[in-house]
């Protein structure tokens, strides 16, 4: 429902303010609605289940791949590249390990990878869902007994999740390489042993714990927004529109909260 | 399914002082005061005009919402049944949409599987000799393989019936079947339904108990036993076919809207 503008800035902020409230305890409701899903039908309709998550990991994560191929080697030519050249001509080659561990393999990385992934795949969620809920196919799946939380969110959690971790993976391990190749077509003269040695020892056991929770969090926050958008309220096919951009934007802002969050992390450990 | 037997005659839908409200406008009712018992073996038609509320109606019985007020009971159950540990209570229920809501990323084969796979946790393989059971009794078999979409709206309603029907109900509702269809679908519906009320080798030859909602009574002289009427926010009951006629209902000829 479109309410009139507010009059005052209090009264804006004050409806924003409930705005955010609300959808906070819409999105933790269903947050944990999908949870206790997954729990209680664990292993449940396995050879309906089983299928649906392969296919929703193949979607947000293996066919994504030749996509964050082509990013890894962009984003090392932009960052990798040009810090190598530059740490190289102000003498400072030797934090090049510490600068590539906190820019790519902590912050560009994750990021980067749940941004594209909510573009290509938590959008067309919105509108699955949002499309499939219109449609009255929700209702369909309820009288056929079949929980649509369990049928349509739960794979795409899983999928989501597990999408977002590998294509990091991926996308880190790219972006390090190209970043190397583009350093060595510039003639810096840093050998390949003595760059990969450097990384490896800016990188500790944590650095791989966090990565891994990270990027299950970020992919599990997109899967959860966009599902929640297109399939939590009933939606007229006009509305679909809406909810897909009200979607997109509270993923960005859940992904960069968590992100600052994980940064805290970093700073304490 | 594992239930016993319905014997013909047990109040199978005892609905008592029920408001029916819009799935749609919670807050609106459609239906005040519904007071109504449905027996096993009955073959209802409830008619209403458009937007008089027979889809919510229909909605309502199918355990997709909660009355207002009012006791509706499903085989002595309290409807609706959220809950796994009643599943099957709600699972003796079948309920067939006016569009046949097909799951539009799944072909027509798949929609009608998948009930069948997913609560008896069936492979492919294992489902297909069932599932090609039911389109060849539906005559959807040239089109098994095809995306739901890619269906005409008179064939999607007959996935709609199949997928229902893969769980061998022992109710089945009908929301509106016979709207937008030409004579020969008209036909094969009446044909097909009389015959599942009857007894229908795909059910084990078991007489199912059938409700269907339709906008006009005329079609279904000589098919449904009982009939009820939607109109000025209330539901009517009106009896057999006889009692049509006595009670000049607005909504007996004319073509199927």
């Known amino acids: 429902m479109r309410l009139p503008l507010p009059r005052s800035l209090a009264a804006y902020l004050g409806r924003g303010l409930f705005r955010f409230l609300l959808t906070m305890q819409g999105l933790g409701a269903f947050a944990l609605i999908t949870l206790g899903v997954m729990i209680t039908r664990f292993g449940a309709a396995r050879q309906v289940m089983r299928p649906r998550v392969f296919e929703e990991v193949a979607r947000a994560g293996l066919r994504l791949l030749p996509m964050f191929l082509f990013i890894s080697g962009a984003l090392g030519l932009v960052v990798i590249g040009q810090t190598v050249s530059w740490l190289t001509r102000v003498g400072a080659i030797n934090f090049l390990g510490t600068v590539m561990v906190i820019v790519v393999v902590r912050e560009l990385g994750p990021l980067v990878t749940a941004l594209l992934v909510l573009a290509r795949i938590g959008t067309a969620n919105v509108i699955e869902l949002g499309t499939a809920r219109a449609m009255g196919e929700v209702e369909a799946l309820e009288a056929l007994g079949i929980d649509p939380v369990h049928y349509l969110v739960v794979p795409r959690v899983i999928g989501m999740a597990l999408g977002v971790f590998a294509l990091t993976v991926y996308l880190i391990l790219g972006a390090l390489l190209s970043g190397y190749l583009w350093a060595f077509l510039q003639d810096v003269p840093l050998r390949p042993s003595d760059y990969f040695r450097q990384l490896a020892g800016a990188l500790s056991g944590l650095d791989f714990a966090l990565l891994a929770v990270k990027t299950l969090a970020f992919g599990s926050i997109i899967a959860l927004v966009t599902c929640y958008h297109g399939l939590a309220q009933p939606l007229r096919l006009e509305e679909v529109s809406r909810a897909t951009i009200a979607a997109v934007a509270q993923s960005v802002v859940a992904c960069v909260l968590l992100d600052a969050l994980f940064i805290i992390i970093y700073l304490i450990t | ?257």
């Open chain 2, 1 to 257: 399914m594992d239930q016993p037997p319905t014997r013909t005659g047990m109040p199978v839908i005892e609905m008592t002082g029920v408001a029916v409200s819009a799935l749609r406008y919670p807050d609106t009712v459609v239906a005040a005061e519904v007071n109504w018992t449905v027996n096993a073996g009955d073959y209802w038609v409830v008619a209403g005009l458009h937007g008089s509320g027979k889809s919510d109606f229909l909605m309502l019985t199918g355990g997709l919402m909660a009355p207002q007020r009012g006791r509706y009971q499903f085989f002595g159950e309290a409807m609706p049944i959220f809950e796994e540990a009643r599943l099957k209570e709600r699972l003796r229920l079948g309920l067939v949409f006016d569009g046949g809501q097909l799951l539009n990323h799944l072909t027509i084969a798949e929609n009608v599987a998948l009930p069948l796979r997913y609560h008896h946790n069936l492979s492919k393989a294992e489902g297909a000799t069932a599932v090609s059971k039911l389109l060849e009794y539906t005559e959807l078999t040239p089109w098994a393989e095809s995306a739901s979409g890619q269906l005409g709206r008179s064939w999607q309603k007959r996935a709609g019936l199949a997928r229902a029907l893969a769980l061998e109900p022992e109710v089945l509702l009908v929301d509106n079947p016979l709207a937008g269809l030409d004579p020969h679908h008209v036909r094969w519906w009446l044909g097909f339904l009389d015959q599942l009320s009857k007894g229908h080798p795909l059910m084990h030859d078991r007489p199912i108990t059938l409700v269907v909602t339709t906008a006009n009574f005329r079609p279904w002289k000589g098919h449904a036993r009982q009939f009820a009427v939607l109109k000025n926010n209330g539901f009517v009951v009106l009896g057999p076919w006889g009692k049509l006629a006595a009670a000049g209902e607005e909504l007996v000829g004319g073509a199927e809207a």
